[in-house]
């Protein structure tokens, strides 16, 4: 399940660099459809993932709760980033914008390596 959020989370990555197309191509038709189509088909797989591993630290208690209360806390750090981010936006160029959003993935990606690796030495 963390190989899969890995290996999601940097396909998910790499295809936020694909909304620079939009910014270099401007009112293309197709070129926005691509772009829909990779953000999210790679996000959507993201989130399934992170979902399986939501479900998978909920203990048989009450798992409803416990998965609610992982979500929400999940909402309120997105939450807090997207507020920033209009103002991130207007403070850079959209193309800025959208090359050092992808980084944004680089802690959970070095957080996932160092779970898999010290669940492998286990």
């Known amino acids: 399940l963390k190989q899969c959020m890995l ?9 936020g660099f694909s909304m620079l197309l939009l910014v270099y191509y401007g009112n293309n038709i197709t070129c926005l459809y691509i772009v829909v189509v990779l953000e999210v088909l790679t996000g959507s797989a993201m989130s399934t ?9 909920c203990k048989s208690g009450s798992p409803t709760t416990q998965y609610a209360l992982l979500w929400a806390m999940h909402e309120v750090v997105g939450i807090a980033i997207r507020s920033f981010s209009g103002m991130y936006s207007d403070f850079v160029s959209w193309g800025v914008f959208f090359s050092t959003i992808p980084f944004l993935f680089i802690p959970g990606i070095i957080v996932l390596n160092m779970l898999i690796k010290k669940e492998a030495k286990v």
């Open 7 to 15: 290996y999601t989370s940097v396909v998910h990555a790499f295809a």
């Open 49 to 57: 993932c992170f979902l399986a591993f939501l479900y998978s630290l």
